[in-house]
């Protein structure tokens, strides 16, 4: 795809942005009756919308001017209950602002508050309370419910959100490039439930691999948690956390994915081309399994391995899982074992997303690290070749990090075999790397150049992740801090000033590209969902053009369009948000009890 031209017509409609953006600014200023000069949005406070447990480290972003200190007014008063000293200020190169910090981890009276400081708009609200996450994880959890295939959202599950049943998917096609013997091309399958991938409304067993396992890890670390969350989905209040209930939709979808006959996994379930901006059941094409892939296999593997330990627990309510999980995901070992590097890429007349990985050696770890997590098997852990498997940050394409992560959780249940001191070592230096990043940062947050990829909020939250690691592992207060302010940056102390997540904060993106939440007739997108966030790749910059939008920045901070046509920035993924699930649900956990 075409770089954007930047011409007149692009200049003109990121004034008429910005200009949009400043009329929030002021309106939330005057909203707290305080005259205060007005400001371009880059001029404003930049804190979590949401807010902060008691304890935790509080920091806002406050851009460079004269003044050297700030407060904190409640709100509905004009009087401060907190004043404190801005930091030096420095510059965040990838936003380019020089900007000073706010920090009142020392102030933990709950309520809700703005920041103040001369010369700006006061920031947007936010609370500080004991449970201030449990909202933002409960939604970002229902935003899974709200994106399930094959099922009617009834209006006492959903809300305004009811819609009709969408793809049954019980009449797939068998795609050229998956047929086989048994399974000749155009055999119909049924590969019925699953979540639709993002904005649009495909399935692929790639990307599942790492939200399904995001999720079971969440419930695994946290299962006192999880087992108190009531989510108002169709199997609230059958015994069984809504977690669990809400992930079992998508196994059992990926378990249709596997072939049978040879323990192979296909690709993807997908329609030709992607479908028009229509709600489910409007979007009516053909859908095809798409060959299968090594790739498809491990990730199938290392998820149903995860699921056939966790599910074990619930043996009475899901008779028979179990097993055939861990059944499923030995069949799928095999078939990658038989068939090592089957990469993926589209065939020529399938034109959906790709998730193409090449390099396939982390996937083996991943799998191997599960698989010997869940039998306790030595082979498995062999098959890790751990001391050539770094830790590094998780993505779809990415799966190391989710080895050690497992193998972190699990320590003391491990044969002689394992590498403990390995383990720690690799959690450990990873979670080192971002704090050192966290401090040096002038907007305290652990993002790199490198992390402002498609989906940069995701791989905010997946760094966050990653120090929640290694607090676990190691109990370093600051670890938690660094992961903190990662939430902290989803929910508003960013560049863009947004809170990321709909509905979720006071300025909040409106016009996700998401497929029902603009086909639905309602102003208010679907709740819970995070935007994929600034990158300056603007891979859509045509796409935005032809649209008469366009971004209001290059830097790689900034570089995000609250618009339908930006898919690069603004779209929503099941891979996105469940590592927003992940954080937002062991932060609030982890502070709970303090
Ligand atoms: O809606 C599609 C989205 O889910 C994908 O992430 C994105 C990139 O593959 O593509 C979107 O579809 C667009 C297509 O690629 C080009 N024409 C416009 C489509 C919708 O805006
Ligand atoms: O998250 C994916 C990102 O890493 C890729 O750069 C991008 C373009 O290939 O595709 C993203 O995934 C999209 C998928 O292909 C189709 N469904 C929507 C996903 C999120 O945009």
């Known amino acids: 795809m075409l770089k954007p031209r930047r011409g007149l017509l692009a200049m003109l409609a990121s004034a008429a942005l910005l200009s949009a953006c400043q009329s929030v600014d ?107 996450y449990v909202d933002v994880n409960d939604a970002s959890l229902k935003a899974f419910y709200f994106n399930r295939a094959s099922t009617e959202l009834l209006e006492e599950h959903a809300g305004i959100y009811a819609r009709p049943a969408g793809h049954p998917d019980d ?20 590969g019925p439930k699953g979540w639709y991938d993002a904005g649009d409304y495909n399935k692929y067993i790639v990307n599942s691999g790492i939200t399904t396992y995001t999720l079971l890890a969440a419930y695994e670390h946290f299962p006192e948690y999880y087992a108190e969350r009531e989510l108002n989905i169709p199997e609230s209040g059958n015994g069984v956390p809504d977690l669990l209930d809400e992930i079992m939709w998508n196994l059992e979808w990926m ?195 490198s992390d402002f990829v498609w989906g940069s909020n995701a791989v905010a939250m997946n760094n966050a992740m990653m120090l929640l690691q290694g607090y676990r592992l190691k109990g370093d207060g600051e670890y938690l801090e660094a992961a903190q302010s990662l939430l902290d940056y989803v929910l508003g102390r960013n560049a863009t000033g947004y809170s990321f997540v709909t509905g979720h904060g006071s300025k909040t993106p409106m016009h996700i590209h998401h497929r029902p939440s603009d086909a639905d007739g309602i102003e208010e997108p679907i709740p819970g969902f995070i935007a994929g966030g600034p990158q300056p790749g603007q891979q859509d910059g045509e796409n935005c053009e032809e649209d008469g939008a366009s971004y209001p920045s290059d830097k790689p901070a900034k570089s995000y369009v609250d618009h339908w046509c930006s898919y690069a920035s603004n779209e929503i993924a099941i891979n996105w948000n469940a590592p927003l699930v992940y954080v937002s649900g062991a932060i609030q956990a982890l502070r709970q009890t303090d």
């Open 26 to 132: 002021t309106d939330s200023a005057s909203s707290a009756q305080v005259s205060q000069p007005p400001a371009e949005s880059s001029a404003s406070i930049k804190v979590n919308q949401v807010g902060f447990t008691p304890t935790a480290t509080k920091m806002a972003v406050v851009p460079s001017n004269s003044a050297d200190r700030f407060s904190l007014i409640p709100e509905g008063t004009n009087t401060a209950v907190y004043s404190g000293r801005l930091s030096a200020s420095s510059t965040w190169d990838h936003s380019g602002e020089t900007v000073k910090i706010a920090d009142f981890s020392d102030f933990s009276r709950t309520g809700e508050y703005r920041i103040r400081v001369e010369g700006l708009p006061d920031s947007h609200p936010f609370s500080i309370a004991p449970d201030v």
């Open 171 to 190: 009449q797939v096609k068998v795609h050229s490039s998956a047929a086989s013997r048994h399974r000749p091309e155009g055999t119909i399958i049924s």
């Open 255 to 449: 378990l249709t994915m596997q072939d049978p006959n040879d323990g192979g996994v296909y690709h993807k379930l997908t329609t030709k081309r992607f479908e028009g901006r229509l709600m489910p059941h409007e979007a009516t094409n053909q859908r095809y399994v798409v060959k299968k892939g090594t790739a498809a296999a491990l990730n199938f593997a290392a998820v149903m391995a995860v699921a056939s330990r966790v599910y074990a627990d619930y043996e009475e309510d899901f008779p028979g899982f179990s097993t055939q999980a861990l059944e499923a995901a030995e069949a799928a070992w095999q078939w990658a074992q038989a068939n090592p590097d089957v990469t993926y890429r589209n065939p020529e007349d399938i034109h959906t997303g790709q998730y193409g990985d090449q390099t396939l050696f982390d996937e083996f770890g991943w799998a191997a690290a599960e698989l010997y997590i869940t039998t306790g098997q030595d082979r498995y852990y062999e098959a890790i070749m751990a001391d050539e498997l770094a830790n590094v940050v998780p993505n779809w394409a990415e799966s190391r990090g989710l080895a050690w992560m497992s193998l972190a959780h699990h320590r003391d249940n491990l044969t002689p075999i394992a590498d403990q001191r390995l383990i720690a070592k690799r959690i450990d230096e990873l979670a080192q790397e971002l704090h050192a990043e966290w401090q040096e940062s002038a907007y305290r947050v652990p993002m790199r150049r």
